[in-house]
C-alpha cells in the first residue's frame, strides 16, 4: 500500500502536481495522492488525461468508458470514482449499471461499450464484429481511437490502484446485480 501524500506535506513538482489536481477536481482523490510517490507518473497520468478532454468525446462517453473499463478490471475503487462521478454529470443509477453492464439503451453507445469490452478481454474476433458494429452505429475513427486511448488511461489508474491500495475517499458502487458478490 501506498499512503497517499498528503498536498500540504509535499514540495516541489509533487506539490505542483497535487496543487493542479486540487483545482482541476475540486479535490486530491486518494489514488492520485498515492501516485505523487512517482510525480512523473502523475504528471504523465494528468497530461493525457487533460489531453483526452479536449477530444471529440463527451463527457458522459468518458465516464461510461472510465466505469466499463474499472468494471471489467475488477477495479473497487475506479468503479466508485467513475460511479460517484457519472452521478454528478447527471447520469441515473440505470445508466451507470448499465455501463457496468457494456449497454445501454441507447444503440450507438451501446455499440462503443460493447467495443470497449471486447478490446479490454482481449477478444479479437469480438472485437473485429465489435468495431465493425460501432462504425455502422455511427461511431468515426476519430471517436474509436479515442475510445482506445481511454482504455488505456483508465487501464493505468485500474493498475496502479492494484498495486497502491488507496484507501477508498469515495462511497462505494452499489453491487452489481448479477454479477455475484
Avoid at 455499440?111 to 464484429?129: D, F, N
Avoid at 475513427?141 to 489508474?157: R, T
Wanted: with cysteine; proline share 6%.
Amino acid at each position: 500500500m501506498f499512503a497517499p501524500l498528503a498536498p500540504d506535506a509535499t514540495t516541489g513538482m509533487v506539490r505542483e502536481l497535487l496543487d493542479a489536481t486540487q483545482r482541476q477536481l475540486g479535490r486530491v482523490p486518494n489514488l492520485y495522492a498515492a501516485m505523487a510517490h512517482s510525480p512523473i507518473a502523475l504528471q504523465g497520468y494528468l497530461d493525457f488525461r487533460g489531453a483526452l478532454q479536449q477530444g471529440v468525446l463527451d463527457i458522459k462517453m468518458r465516464e461510461r468508458v472510465a466505469l466499463l473499463v474499472a468494471q471489467l478490471n475488477d477495479c473497487d475503487y475506479c468503479v466508485a470514482a467513475h460511479t460517484f462521478r457519472g452521478g454528478k454529470i447527471g447520469m441515473s443509477t440505470d445508466d451507470l449499471l448499465a455501463t457496468r453492464r457494456a449497454d445501454s439503451a441507447d444503440a450507438k453507445t451501446a455499440a462503443a461499450l460493447r467495443l470497449v469490452k471486447a478490446l479490454v478481454l482481449r477478444e479479437p474476433a469480438s472485437a473485429e464484429a465489435a468495431l465493425t458494429e460501432a462504425l455502422q452505429a455511427g461511431w468515426n475513427e476519430a471517436e474509436v481511437g479515442e475510445l482506445v486511448a481511454h482504455i488505456a488511461l483508465n487501464v493505468f489508474s485500474n493498475t496502479f490502484k492494484q498495486i497502491a491500495e488507496p484507501p477508498l475517499d469515495f462511497p462505494a458502487a452499489p453491487a452489481l446485480p448479477g454479477a455475484g458478490a
